[in-house]
């Protein structure tokens, strides 16, 4: 097959484009891109290919359809940033595909605003759903957010002024480097604007005097979750997930979800964290995922009882198991299904689950802790201290 070209090309068009750019369009057999791309550049003899949809799939027949030609892609912008260039390298390989940047949409935006592009937090929402951009909204934190059409800033605007960021400053840039290039400015509790579907989204995060503080530290308030009473309090699930380490790219068994907050935190940690909540409570689960929707993570819920319902999952990098761990062969099946360096933590707050943890922890060591909390509480008219019931957290890499 012969090398494969990818150009990025931006709503400037043909014009934009550098002379490599534009030699690698001329000199291909075939173009391929969305209909919009195919307009922006001028007719000749290469056959002009429109992606289908579903792309992901029909991708890899297109490619053996028109492989012994030599083929230019268009792709909005810079390819390798959220786009087909990637998706390209990873099905052929990186010596087969060459790489024609264009600025990209953020480059652009953070140019019109005056943003250094190394302090910008980027949230593509092509394809996904909104609340993917809450673990972000941060006071004074500077969001380009990657629109997926014309509806997505007043869903942003939205999001925002219900999460108490109205205040925000909320720009939408629209036909960025076009001629119908628009830039509008206003805050995110007044925005109200019809807009190109081709726009990108800045976003300066400025919080309402009432606005909760949610960071993507562990810890996050009780009262941020939906819960029925299973959930893994405050200062426990600090621990616990001091224990997790979650580390970007990794992926998280929760054993027990209840409302999902270990799962959650662990998922909020870094936008590349995984998670899979395995709750055998049906009304549970869509409890956790109300709760993983709020807080703007996407957690992967599989309603069924453990250890049966974990298998065939993903193998997991850390293991949480904060209930049922007392089901015959729980502990063997979490412990097996670790590669080297997995982390195992349970928890336990009955004297069954504390034996169980007990002849563990003596068979593979690991550390093992007792936290007990207690908290100010009205005491007649003054003030005295409510212990909460103590948890036994055993904790063992692999």
């Known amino acids: 097959m012969p090398e494969l070209t990818v150009v990025g090309i931006g709503a400037d068009g043909w014009d934009g484009l550098a002379p490599s750019g534009r030699h690698a369009v001329e000199a291909a057999e075939v173009v391929m891109g969305s209909g919009r791309q195919l307009g922006l550049v001028p007719d000749g003899s290469a056959a002009k290919v429109a992606w289908p949809s579903p792309l992901s799939e029909a991708l890899p027949g297109l490619l053996a359809e028109y492989g012994e030609r030599r083929i230019c892609v268009l792709a909005s912008g810079d390819p390798t940033f959220h786009g087909i260039g990637t998706t390209l390298t990873r099905l052929l390989g990186a010596g087969a595909v060459r790489v024609i940047p264009h600025p990209s949409s953020v480059s652009l935006a953070c140019a ?67 001629p119908g290039e628009l830039v509008r400015t206003t805050t995110a509790a007044t925005w109200d604007h019809e807009v190109d579907a081709l726009n990108v989204i800045g976003v300066l995060c400025r919080a309402d005097q009432d606005a909760p503080l949610l960071p993507t530290t562990p810890g996050l308030p009780d009262s941020a979750y939906e819960s029925d009473g299973q959930l893994t309090k405050r200062e426990v699930r600090a621990v616990t997930l001091s224990r997790l380490a979650p580390i970007p790219g990794q992926l998280l068994w929760d054993v027990g979800g209840g409302a999902g907050s270990i799962a959650i935190e662990w998922s909020r940690h870094h936008p590349t964290c995984k998670a899979v909540a395995i709750e055998k409570d049906p009304d549970r689960a869509k409890r956790l995922e109300r709760n993983a929707a709020t807080l703007g993570v996407a957690v992967r819920t599989v309603v069924g009882a453990a250890p049966e319902a974990l298998a065939g999952l993903e193998a997991p990098d850390a293991v949480f198991v904060g209930g049922g761990a007392t089901a015959g062969g729980m502990i063997e099946a979490c412990w097996a299904a670790l590669a080297p360096g997995g982390r195992l933590v349970v928890n336990g707050v009955t004297l069954e689950t504390e034996v169980l943890i007990a002849r563990w922890y003596a068979e593979l060591g690991g550390d093992l802790v007792r936290l007990s909390v207690e908290r100010a509480a009205p005491v007649g008219g003054m003030t005295g201290w409510r212990p909460a019931m103590p948890v036994t957290i055993w904790s063992v890499t692999k």
């Open 112 to 178: 019109r605003l005056g943003w250094p592009q190394d302090q910008v937090q980027v949230v593509s929402l092509v394809g996904r759903p909104t609340d993917l951009v809450q673990p972000h909204v941060q006071p004074g934190r500077r969001l380009v957010v990657l629109s997926w059409g014309a509806q997505t800033p007043a869903e942003v605007a939205q999001l925002l002024t219900a999460r108490g960021f109205g205040a925000s400053e909320f720009t939408v840039l629209e036909q960025l480097a076009a």
